[in-house]
């Protein structure tokens, strides 16, 4: 069968010429009607060309599943239009279909990328009613959206509420510090830190030692 040929096929996908070959093929043997199939082609698609893949996805003539949202989102988030990201997100929502711990980390990126605080904070509550909030990866890129919307205060909250805090918590705050330019905030965390046993990493000490020391005059 030709859905067993698909996964090689989007292996070898390099370029957008490729993508249309394995498009042409999808279309002729109504593929795009197979779940599986959309959400491989989409996920391939997005390497080489999120526009490309978004227009596939689009023109789809069934309900995309999530994966396929989740893979649009994540592209979309770190490229130069990651509010594609937030708009995309916002349509997901109005189709019923259930967010899950990997959708939210994409769509706060985008928001702190394009310093949307208010959609953020939006994003924040959805999270809290669906009971994700406990997850760790959230609540760290969760400190990150805010830190990166000068919201350092929101920041602070989301790490204090979090049940675990690991080396990527630590480092979020002191950086989300940094960046607002409290250097004396970023040295009380670090060493806080240390308090608690986590062992900073070496992006941390680069950072207090290049921003911060020579900010209060160390």
């Known amino acids: 069968m030709i859905s067993r040929q698909l996964p090689s096929l989007f292996l070898r996908s390099k370029t957008t010429i490729h993508l249309l070959q394995i498009h042409c093929l999808i279309l002729k043997t109504a593929l795009d009607f197979d779940p599986l199939s959309v959400s491989g082609f989409i996920s391939s698609a997005c390497s080489i060309s999120v526009d490309f ?33 937030v708009k995309l997100f916002s349509g997901l929502l109005r189709t019923g279909i259930r967010p ?8 706060l990126k985008a928001c702190g990328r394009c310093s949307m605080l208010e959609e953020g904070g939006a994003v924040h509550s959805l999270i809290f009613k669906t009971g994700l909030y406990s997850d760790r990866y959230i609540g760290n890129t969760l400190l990150r959206m805010y830190a990166a919307c000068s919201a350092i205060g929101f920041s602070r909250q989301v790490f204090d509420e979090m049940t675990y805090r690991d080396v990527v918590s630590w480092s979020s705050i002191i950086a989300g510090y940094v960046a607002c330019n409290l250097p004396l905030n ?17 992006v941390t000490l680069e950072l207090l030692s290049s921003r911060c020391m020579p900010s209060v005059g160390i």
């Open 186 to 202: 970023a040295l009380r965390m670090f060493q806080n830190i240390k308090l608690e046993n986590v062992q900073p990493n070496s």
């Open 53 to 85: 893949a978004r227009v596939f996805f689009d023109r789809l003539p069934i309900s995309p599943p999530l994966f396929s949202w989740n893979s649009i989102i994540r592209q979309y988030a770190k490229s130069p239009q990651p509010i594609e990201a």
């Open 100 to 107: 899950d711990n990997f959708t939210y980390p994409f769509v």
